[in-house]
């Protein structure tokens, strides 16, 4: 009764449990439910994902099935190449269509292949900081992704992309029990570092402002209405201007992240804050995201030397994220690097193909206009021979030593 229209995204991937919770929920109602999702993209198997989700949604909720065939992300190289890989999943999959802005210059696949892990790491930093420079393009236009562990690629890269003046984020670093990614999406994130940012920088934000506004009328449960907003702003108003003030009077050297965050948390109540955190998702706790976020401004405040660094140094929005090829799932970037194309990276791809072949499918997919695959000289590839051959199926040609293949 409450919801007329319900929508599901990455139905792909929906478990069982699900499945009978929607079914069981909406299955008899007048409510219109409309499932999306790609079977090529199923890499969560591991987790559960149902074999033939979508192919069940459609019996139990006598569905209609539409094609969406226009790819608004990538260029028409890239969506050619995809293909090659969509098919191996499903032969009879439709031709998808580029409907991106096409920017002449690139290859769009290439392979790279370095003579080991701090070649590539020294190439790579430079690479991506000549082409900065040379594009106008920002750090966060480039995401380097692998199949897991994170942490040891950010130890390999982190001193080669400092030496070449580009910012390196760990979307995979863990603050408490949650990672980097999840933090800096999360709207009690959003809302408290905009919060610092309207009181750090007194001008020319005001999208943030229109934004923590917003999200703190869904926090007080605010009515939609000209009096209910005129209240909203007068109090952030006065909040960010308290904390301004407070701002001024100590500065980071005299600040511990408790204390900051405590000023922060001003902005409303315990029992809003709280019940708005589980309202946002299953599973969310309150004190476990204050804590991670406590965990992070204290490492930006030890790194900062005024407020404004310490904004920038939590936030890292213009640096080249590192994260998983799992975690890239959503997201796009002009650029996309994969590194540790090899057998210890895809140890785990012998034991499931298919799901294999999909988060090979979800990585090339993150890319607007370059896709670049790394692999070292002394890796084996004897268990992923078939993504090898993929590869040159779309007629990538492999650069040794990582020659200039663009």
């Known amino acids: 009764m409450t919801y007329p229209f319900v929508f599901v995204d990455e139905f792909q991937d929906t478990t069982d449990a699900q499945m009978t919770l929607l079914k069981t929920v909406f299955g008899d109602s007048s409510t219109h439910v409309t499932a999306v999702g790609d079977r090529k993209q199923r890499i969560m198997k591991f987790a559960g994902a149902l074999d033939?989700?979508?192919?069940?949604?459609?019996?139990?909720?006598?569905?209609?099935?539409?094609?969406?065939?226009?790819?608004?992300?990538?260029?028409?190289?890239?969506?050619?190449?995809?293909?090659?890989?969509?098919?191996?999943?499903?032969?009879?999959?439709?031709?998808?269509?580029?409907?991106?802005?096409?920017?002449?210059?690139?290859?769009?696949?290439?392979?790279?292949?370095?003579?080991?892990?701090?070649?590539?790491?020294?190439?790579?930093?430079?690479?991506?900081?000549?082409?900065?420079?040379?594009?106008?393009?920002?750090?966060?236009?480039?995401?380097?992704?692998?199949?897991?562990?994170?942490?040891?690629?950010?130890?390999?890269?982190?001193?080669?992309?400092?030496?070449?003046?580009?910012?390196?984020?760990?979307?995979d670093a863990k603050y408490e029990s949650i990672t980097l990614q999840d933090l800096l999406k999360h709207d009690l994130t959003r809302l408290l570092l905009g919060v610092l940012k309207l009181a750090v920088f007194s001008r020319g934000l005001p999208d943030v402002w229109t934004d923590i506004a917003e999200l703190i009328g869904r926090v007080r449960g605010s009515d939609l209405d000209v009096s209910s907003e005129r209240a909203t702003s007068e109090h952030l108003r006065s909040v960010t201007q308290d904390l301004r003030a407070w701002l001024h009077a100590n500065p980071p050297s005299t600040v511990d992240g408790e204390t900051l965050v405590d000023q922060l948390l001003q902005v409303a109540t315990e029992g809003e804050l709280s019940s708005f955190v589980r309202g946002q998702q299953a599973g969310d706790q309150f004190m476990e995201l204050v804590r991670a976020f406590i965990t992070r401004v204290t490492e930006a405040i030890d790194a900062g030397d005024d407020w404004e660094s310490v904004v920038r140094t939590f936030e890292s929005a213009d640096a080249v994220s590192l994260m998983t090829f799992h975690r890239s799932k959503g997201l796009e970037y002009h650029t996309v690097i994969a590194v540790g194309l090899d057998d210890e990276q895809w140890w785990s791809y012998q034991y499931g193909p298919e799901e294999g072949i999909s988060t090979f499918f979800v990585g090339l997919s993150r890319a607007a206009h370059r896709m670049v695959f790394c692999t070292t000289k002394d890796a084996r590839v004897m268990k992923i021979r078939e993504l090898f051959a993929l590869l040159k199926k779309m007629g990538v040609v492999e650069h040794d030593h990582a020659s200039r293949g663009f």
Do not use: C
Request: no cysteine.
């Open 52 to 171: 033939a989700a979508m192919e069940r949604f459609e019996t139990e909720f006598d569905a209609s099935r539409f094609e969406l065939i226009s790819n608004f992300r990538s260029s028409p190289d890239l969506v050619s190449a995809q293909h090659h890989v969509a098919s191996v999943l499903d032969p009879d999959v439709a031709i998808a269509v580029s409907k991106a802005r096409v920017e002449e210059g690139h290859t769009a696949v290439a392979l790279w292949n370095f003579n080991d892990h701090t070649s590539q790491a020294d190439y790579l930093a430079r690479w991506i900081a000549e082409d900065i420079s040379a594009s106008g393009r920002a750090a966060s236009d480039y995401a380097i992704i692998a199949r897991q562990f994170i942490g040891k690629w950010y130890e390999e890269f982190e001193q080669a992309f400092s030496e070449a003046g580009v910012d390196l984020r760990n979307d």
